[in-house]
C-alpha cells in the first residue's frame, strides 16, 4: 500500500461502492460499474476521486484512461484531475505529481506508478484502435472509459468497445482491480449506447449506477442550478434528457431542444428592416452590415442539401461569430424547388446561380478574407465535384459523408442547449420563382421533423415530414461541433 493520505471526499451514497474496494467481491470477478446519467450526474467527479485514490493506495499498479478521442481527455479529465489533486493533497505531495499535457498524456504520481490516457480508434487520425504510446507497464489497478456513449457513435459498436478493452483487461489486477464505464444515455431509447447498458445489466458480476443532477444537488452552484431550472421551464422535454437522463428519442422530435422564444433572434426595427437584429432576452444586438462583419464575424459555413425531383436545393449560410455563436442568417438562404420551378443541372446551379448569389453574400458581408467552407451531403457527388470546380480555389469544399442520425442531430441539440445555434427571423426569397418565403417554415420544419417508430428503423428520420433545410443546418453544425476527430467528416474534402 502507499502511503497513508486522509482524503475525506464529498460523495453521495450511491458512488461509494466504487470508491470503496470490496476486495472479497472483487476476487469473485464483482469488479465493473457502469455510471449512467445525464449531464450534471456526478460520474466523473467520482471517478476522479477513485483515480486519486488508487494512485495513492496502489503504488505498483498504473490507472488507464480511455474515451473515444484520446485528445480530449485532456479537458474532460486530465486538467480536472489536476484541480482534484491541488484541492485534495497536502502541497508537499501535489508537488511530487507530474502533468504531462501533450500527446501522449502521462500523469506521474508521486510513488512511480502512472495515470495514461488512450484512444479506442473511432477518433484517432490513425484510424486504429489503440492509440500508440498508452499501454501501461505496470498491472492496472483501474481502467476508466469516459463518455463511453461516444464508442457507439457512428459505426462504433459494443465489438469496437470489447477488442480496445481487451489489450488492457489483461492487465487488471484480479485481486483489486475495476472497471468504471461512465456515459450519458442516448435521446433515442433503442440507441446502441443505451441497449448495451440494459444488456451489461443482466451480468451479475457489473454494476449500474443511475443519477441525475438532483442526487448532487447539494454540491451545485446556484448559476448551474439556475440554468437547469431554466431548461426545465422553456424546454421540459430537452431537460428530460439533458438533467435526468431520461430516453426521449423513438417517435419524438429530432430537434427537441429548439425552442423559438430562445434561438431566434429578430429584426431590431421591422419597419425598417435594416438588417439590425436583436436577441429578446439578452437585448444583444446584431448588425449585419459590412462593417459589423469585418470585426465579428470568424468564418461562414454553408450547409448544402441537394434536391432530386422531390425534395429542394438548400445553401444555408451560417455565420460563426467571434463570441461562439452561429447564426442562420435566414435572409440568405438560397432555396431552389426543382418540384415547382423544374430541374436545374448542376453544373448549371453552380455556374449561373450559386456563383451570383455566393459573389452577393461575400460583398455584402466583406467576407473576401474570412474562411468559407461548404459542408456538403456527401450523396450528393456530382454537386460536390461542381462546387469544387466552380469555388474551390477561394472556399473549402466538405464531403459530409456522417451517416447517424442520431450522432449528428445531438450535436444540432447540444448547440441550441448550450446557447450557440441561432437564427434571424426574416424571409427569403426563392430563386427561380422569387416566391418570399417566410420563416415559420423553417421553424415549423425544426418542430415537426421526428424519428420513426417502425421497430428496426427507430434510430431514421421520418420521411414523410421534410428535412431539407434542417439537413443543410445539421450538416455544418455537427462538422463545427467536431471538424477533425471523426475521419468520415472529411472524406472528400478539398482545401484550396
Not at 458512488?15 to 450526474?41: A, H, M, Q, W
Not at 475495476?178 to 431509447?189: F, H, P, T
Not at 424546454?235 to 425552442?259: Q, S
Not at 417554415?441 to 421534410?466: A, K, Y
Amino acid at each position: 500500500m502507499g502511503k497513508a493520505v486522509n482524503l475525506e471526499f464529498k460523495v453521495i451514497s450511491k458512488f461509494l461502492p466504487v470508491l470503496n474496494d470490496n476486495l472479497e467481491e472483487i476476487k469473485k470477478g464483482k469488479n465493473t460499474y457502469i455510471l449512467v446519467s445525464g449531464r450534471v450526474g456526478g460520474k466523473t467527479t467520482t471517478f476522479e476521486q477513485k483515480m486519486l485514490a488508487n494512485c495513492l493506495a496502489y503504488p505498483k499498479h498504473d490507472i488507464i484512461v480511455l474515451r473515444a478521442n484520446s485528445s480530449a481527455l485532456k479537458d474532460s479529465v486530465l486538467l480536472e484531475f489536476k484541480k482534484l489533486c491541488a484541492t485534495e493533497l497536502p502541497q508537499e505531495l501535489y508537488n511530487k505529481f507530474k502533468f504531462k499535457e501533450t500527446p501522449p498524456m502521462i500523469i506521474n504520481c508521486p510513488f512511480s506508478n502512472q495515470i495514461r490516457f488512450g484512444g479506442v480508434g473511432l477518433g484517432s487520425k490513425s484510424g486504429s484502435n489503440q492509440s500508440r504510446g498508452k499501454t501501461a507497464e505496470k498491472p492496472l489497478s483501474l481502467i476508466i472509459v469516459e463518455e463511453t456513449q461516444e464508442i457507439f457513435s457512428g459505426t462504433g459498436s459494443a465489438d469496437l468497445l470489447n477488442h480496445a478493452m481487451a489489450t488492457y483487461m489483461r492487465l487488471l489486477d484480479d485481486n483489486i482491480g475495476k472497471v468504471i464505464y461512465a456515459g450519458n444515455r442516448d435521446r433515442n431509447k433503442f440507441g446502441k449506447f443505451n441497449q448495451w447498458v440494459e444488456q451489461m445489466s443482466h451480468d451479475p458480476n457489473v454494476t449500474i449506477i443511475e443519477t441525475d443532477y438532483r442526487d448532487i444537488k447539494h454540491f451545485l452552484n446556484r448559476a448551474t442550478l439556475q440554468l437547469i431550472a431554466r431548461e426545465f421551464e422553456m424546454n421540459p422535454n430537452n431537460a428530460k434528457y439533458m438533467y435526468l437522463g431520461e430516453p426521449v428519442g423513438g417517435n419524438d422530435l429530432v430537434y427537441g431542444a429548439f425552442t423559438p422564444s430562445v434561438h431566434i433572434i429578430s429584426l431590431y426595427n421591422k419597419d425598417k428592416q435594416d438588417n439590425i437584429f436583436v436577441d429578446l432576452k439578452t437585448k444583444k444586438t446584431f448588425v449585419f452590415d459590412s462593417q459589423w462583419c469585418l470585426q465579428n464575424v470568424e468564418k461562414i459555413y454553408i450547409g448544402v442539401d441537394g434536391s432530386s425531383t422531390r425534395d429542394m436545393t438548400i445553401f444555408m449560410p451560417i455565420f460563426h461569430l467571434k463570441d461562439r455563436r452561429l447564426i442562420c442568417k435566414l435572409g440568405d438562404m438560397f432555396q431552389h424547388n426543382p418540384d415547382k420551378n423544374g430541374i436545374i443541372r448542376n453544373n448549371i446551379l453552380c455556374d449561373k446561380y450559386i456563383r451570383k448569389w455566393l459573389y452577393d453574400l461575400i460583398n455584402k458581408y466583406s467576407l473576401q478574407y474570412k474562411s468559407k467552407i461548404f459542408v456538403v451531403d456527401g450523396h450528393n457527388t456530382d454537386l460536390i465535384d461542381n462546387l469544387k470546380f466552380q469555388f474551390g480555389g477561394y472556399c473549402t469544399v466538405i464531403s459530409f459523408t456522417r451517416k447517424d442520425l442520431v450522432e449528428t442531430s445531438e450535436k444540432v441539440n447540444n448547440a441550441f442547449t448550450d446557447g450557440v445555434l441561432y437564427f434571424t427571423e426574416e424571409t427569403w426569397i426563392e430563386v427561380v420563382s422569387e416566391a418570399e418565403i417566410s420563416p415559420s417554415e423553417l421553424f415549423n420544419e425544426l418542430e415537426t421533423v421526428c424519428w420513426m417508430e417502425e421497430p428496426g428503423h427507430e434510430d431514421e428520420f421520418n420521411s414523410s415530414i421534410p428535412n431539407d433545410r434542417t439537413d443543410a443546418i445539421r450538416y455544418p453544425v455537427a462538422y463545427h461541433a467536431n471538424p477533425y476527430q471523426l475521419n468520415d467528416y472529411a472524406k472528400g474534402s478539398e482545401e484550396k
